[in-house]
């Protein structure tokens, strides 16, 4: 399922790390109007997090952004939220918690807040075919998890240019598609390492990005990329993104081109 929603700023800027914002509005949402749904993927009632896969990404359009050192100005103080998920589940308690919260300011910073305006369900495809060429709406995380000297955990973040990077990016998308039910661990590691992905336009963007504890700025990923691969692999890649930290705003696709020749022999078979 895809929504797009229309924020309202109250000033004409927001920080750096505006991702964060709407992430925190979201969360906010479900713990307020869907709260079983909430605990059941963020957070115990207890307190403790839950590190569950989740099957949602998004992306965000600022108005002609203009980058200064502590912050973001827009030529005006509409913000485009797109939303998309793989799970009907998380479709259906997004959108109510979403419509529950429309018309109501939300506090960004001191001084500024946002307002949701409307939100609407766009179209949604369905993948079928083994060809795709999709193109980023947000940024494709590749993170690959190591250890320093002592053992403390670091996430290095790749460039497409980087070597290794097709390699990794396949370590992400398997990750992602543990929430898979109706794949066996076997098949999905199987038609991955089947999977072939070409970088057709790409360029590598230095991102703000605030942890809860660090403030640091990751390497991101936009352009054109080609998959081939399993139709029930490339239909999740479209709904839930590709990559890493893609329920933090990363990875979000749009379709570009399918392969029209699979298309048409799927038409002519009746698979509408």
């Known amino acids: 399922m895809r929504f797009k929603l229309t924020f309202k700023l109250k000033k004409e800027e927001i920080p750096l790390d505006y991702r964060r914002y709407f992430l925190f509005f979201l969360k906010t949402a479900l713990k307020e109007e869907a709260k079983e749904f909430y605990y059941e993927n963020y957070e115990s009632f207890n307190g403790n ?12 359009l600022l108005n002609n952004p203009k980058f200064l050192e ?7 103080s509409n913000v485009i939220f797109n ?15 979403m419509t529950k919260m429309l ?26 075919t083994r060809t795709v060429v999709f193109k980023t709406m947000s940024p494709i995380i590749v993170r690959h998890h190591d250890k320093d000297g002592r053992n403390n955990a670091l996430n290095n973040h790749l460039s497409y240019s980087d070597e290794g990077f097709l390699k990794q990016l396949k370590v992400n998308i398997l990750e992602s598609l543990k929430c898979l039910n109706d794949f066996s661990e076997y098949e999905i ?13 790409m360029k590598s963007v230095w991102i703000a990005h605030f942890t809860e504890r660090i ?11 080609k998959i081939i691969a399993e139709p029930y692999i490339l239909d999740f890649l479209y ?17 570009a081109v399918v392969d029209a020749k699979e298309e048409v022999k799927r038409i002519e078979r009746g698979q509408d």
């Not at 997090?49 to 965000?60: D, E, M």
């Not at 939303?83 to 918690?97: A, D, K, M, T, V």
């Not at 018309?103 to 079928?128: A, G």
């Not at 709904?239 to 379709?255: L, P």
């Open 49 to 60: 997090k839950i590190n569950r896969v989740k099957p949602f990404t998004f992306s965000l």
């Open 70 to 76: 502590d912050k973001i100005i827009l030529d005006n």
């Open 215 to 225: 403030k640091k700025r990751v390497i991101g990923n936009v352009g054109v990329l």
């Open 83 to 97: 939303f998309s998920c793989y799970e009907y589940e998380w479709g259906i308690n997004f959108y109510n918690s």
């Open 103 to 128: 018309n109501k300011p939300f506090d960004i910073t001191k001084d500024n807040t946002m307002t949701l305006e409307s939100i609407n369900m766009m179209k949604n495809r369905v993948v079928r």
């Open 239 to 255: 709904k839930a993104g590709i990559g890493s930290r893609r329920s933090q705003g990363f990875g979000m696709v749009e379709i």
């Open 189 to 201: 590691s199987r038609d991955i390492e089947k999977m072939t992905i070409e970088m057709i336009r």
